[in-house]
């Protein structure tokens, strides 16, 4: 099994910077991708960012240029940093993780954590 615990979470102003991070333990692969999605109020979860153990990033296009992900394969750790913060992005947050074997490929999700922005 796989736990993923996230942190990070705030109210914050438009315009202001969060750093998210998650942090996995269990059976882990050398050989994963971790990422973050999110979930406003009524909406379908979505893609914010991924990043293979390879460090191949991708981004989902409304937060290109103001998140960045990066990971800690040693720690096994993914971050996600905030910048430049808009109310639409207000949403929990959930941390990713998923691994591929003999018996296919598993999703794990975190707890997820709380972020708004407004003023």
């Known amino acids: 099994q796989v736990q993923l615990v996230e942190s990070g979470g705030d109210l914050v102003q438009p315009g202001g910077s969060l750093r998210l991070s998650c942090a996995a333990s269990?059976?882990?692969?050398?050989?994963?991708?971790m990422g973050w999605y999110r979930q406003a109020p009524g909406k379908q979860r979505e893609l914010v960012a991924t990043?293979?153990?390879?460090?191949?990033?991708n981004y989902a296009d409304s937060v290109k240029g103001r998140f960045t992900i990066s990971r800690d394969n040693a720690k096994k750790s993914v971050l996600l940093q905030m910048d430049s913060l808009k109310p639409e992005d207000t949403a929990v947050y959930y941390c990713?993780?998923?691994?591929?074997?003999?018996?296919?490929?598993?999703?794990?999700w975190g707890q997820g954590t709380q972020v708004t922005v407004s003023s």
């Open positions: 269990g059976n882990i692969f050398s050989i994963n991708t």
């Open positions: 990043i293979s153990s390879g460090g191949n990033t």
């Open positions: 990713n993780l998923r691994q591929t074997n003999i018996l296919g490929t598993r999703n794990y």
